[in-house]
């Protein structure tokens, strides 16, 4: 039959009222009432119960009730089974000679972070009751029972997987480990809230073997990198070559086209000077003289032609038209006669 509180307090009560009334029948009141006293302290206890823990409570070795936070009063035929924490735990996990899928034995070490689940009013028996009386095993606690299951869903997990992805893929590991474990501590009231792994070693071989890859893959990015480096400096070269080119052949069209203008300008300015001696010249040979002088340029500048040939060619010339050097002689005379009237020539 089983007991629940009531029936416990009735029966400290009654051994307080024969403890009491034994005395009082034999020696007297005063004595009674110590003897009464004596035996509620006895009898009774307080208890305060910590914000992080749930204390489990059994009757005459039943289950009761579970105390929650703050004070309470325990009779003495009342026992604390377990005191189950409310907070995040962890323990660690060492897994050694794991084997993979394709045969390779690795050693890992890991974390895995529970909690103890919140009370639900549905449930028919809270969190801290499965967490005392869910695990029937060798141990006899939910530490021992977490950290076997762990044990063995991590080798299950890891032994269905191959070398390389268990290598490349450790956090979808966890999460794998997380889930497959979720469903059963939740019978024993307390939920995974994580797992981590800390260590994934390799055996010896395994790893003299992937230094060896990471060393050659080094070098080969090294031979890589230096051609690409070379191949890019060839590169820049020939660019900078032609930009030379370039910037060469521009600065020799621009200096065309500077000539070009200064040629063009030069051309204008000559023509303009041409133009302005014509200008001169028509208007002096308006003056008085003018035509004269004009005749007299003329036949000198023609006497100077025949000089020069003659000089250059070593030949003697003879005028076709002698009459132009007395022409000549004559024009200097008129010319003279016009700039100065008063000077006459018989």
């Not at 009432?33 to 070795?61: C, D, K, Q, Y």
């Not at 394709?102 to 529970?114: G, N, P």
């Not at 060839?234 to 500077?258: P, R, Y």
């Given at each position: 039959?089983?007991?629940?509180?009531?029936?416990?307090w009735?029966?400290?009560?009654?051994?307080?009222?024969l403890?009491?009334?034994?005395?009082?029948?034999?020696?007297g009141?005063?004595?009674?009432?110590?003897?009464?006293?004596?035996?509620?302290?006895?009898?009774i206890?307080?208890?305060t119960?910590?914000?992080?823990?749930?204390?489990v409570?059994?009757?005459?070795?039943?289950?009761?009730?579970?105390?929650?936070?703050?004070?309470?009063?325990?009779?003495?035929?009342?026992?604390?089974?377990?005191?189950?924490?409310?907070?995040?735990?962890?323990?660690?996990?060492?897994?050694?000679?794991?084997?993979?899928?394709d045969?390779?034995?690795?050693?890992?070490?890991?974390?895995?972070?529970?909690?103890?689940?919140?009370?639900?009013?549905?449930?028919e028996?809270?969190?801290?009751?499965?967490?005392?009386?869910?695990?029937?095993?060798?141990?006899?606690t939910?530490?021992?029972?977490?950290?076997?299951?762990g044990?063995?869903?991590?080798?299950?997990?890891v032994?269905?997987?191959?070398?390389?992805?268990?290598?490349d893929?450790?956090?979808?590991?966890?999460?794998?480990?997380?889930?497959?474990?979720?469903?059963?501590?939740?019978?024993?009231?307390?939920?995974?809230?994580?797992?981590?792994?800390?260590?994934?070693?390799?055996?010896?071989?395994?790893?003299?073997?992937?230094?060896?890859?990471?060393?050659?893959?080094?070098?080969?990015?090294?031979?890589?990198?230096?051609?690409?480096?070379?191949?890019r400096a060839?590169?820049?070269?020939?660019e900078?070559?032609?930009q030379?080119?370039i910037?060469?052949?521009?600065?020799k069209?621009?200096?065309?086209?500077?000539?070009?203008?200064?040629l063009?300008?030069?051309?204008?300015?000559?023509?303009e000077?041409?133009?302005?001696?014509?200008?001169l010249?028509?208007?002096?040979?308006?003056?008085?003289g003018?035509?004269?002088?004009?005749?007299?340029?003329?036949?000198?500048?023609?006497v100077?032609?025949?000089?020069?040939?003659?000089?250059?060619?070593?030949?003697?010339?003879?005028?076709?038209?002698?009459?132009?050097?007395?022409?000549?002689?004559?024009?200097?005379?008129?010319?003279?006669?016009?700039?100065?009237?008063?000077?006459?020539?018989?």
């Amino acid at each position: 039959m089983k007991l629940n509180r009531g029936d416990a307090w009735a029966i400290v009560l009654a051994v307080v009222a024969l403890v009491v009334a034994v005395p009082y029948v034999f020696v007297g009141p005063w004595l009674a009432a110590l003897m009464g006293l004596a035996s509620a302290v006895t009898l009774i206890r307080p208890v305060t119960v910590s914000e992080n823990e749930r204390w489990v409570i059994e009757l005459f070795g039943a289950y009761n009730r579970v105390l929650q936070p703050g004070l309470h009063i325990l009779s003495v035929i009342e026992q604390v089974k377990a005191r189950p924490k409310t907070y995040e735990q962890f323990m660690t996990l060492e897994v050694h000679d794991t084997l993979t899928q394709d045969d390779i034995k690795v050693t890992l070490q890991t974390e895995i972070f529970f909690v103890l689940n919140k009370e639900d009013k549905e449930q028919e028996h809270p969190p801290a009751y499965l967490a005392t009386y869910g695990v029937e095993m060798e141990g006899g606690t939910p530490e021992a029972a977490i950290r076997n299951f762990g044990h063995a869903t991590l080798r299950n997990i890891v032994g269905s997987r191959t070398f390389d992805w268990a290598t490349d893929h450790q956090q979808e590991i966890d999460n794998l480990v997380r889930d497959a474990m979720q469903d059963g501590v939740n019978k024993w009231g307390y939920r995974i809230v994580r797992h981590a792994i800390k260590e994934f070693i390799p055996p010896a071989s395994v790893i003299a073997s992937l230094e060896a890859k990471l060393k050659a893959e080094k070098e080969g990015s090294a031979t890589v990198a230096a051609a690409e480096a070379n191949k890019r400096a060839q590169i820049e070269t020939a660019e900078g070559a032609k930009q030379a080119t370039i910037k060469a052949a521009e600065a020799k069209k621009q200096e065309e086209i500077l000539a070009a203008e200064a040629l063009q300008r030069k051309q204008i300015l000559d023509a303009e000077g041409e133009a302005r001696g014509i200008e001169l010249r028509a208007k002096a040979i308006e003056q008085p003289g003018g035509k004269d002088a004009a005749q007299y340029n003329i036949r000198e500048q023609e006497v100077a032609a025949l000089k020069e040939i003659a000089q250059k060619t070593n030949t003697v010339v003879i005028a076709r038209d002698l009459g132009g050097l007395a022409g000549l002689t004559a024009s200097g005379i008129k010319l003279f006669q016009a700039l100065d009237p008063t000077k006459s020539t018989n």
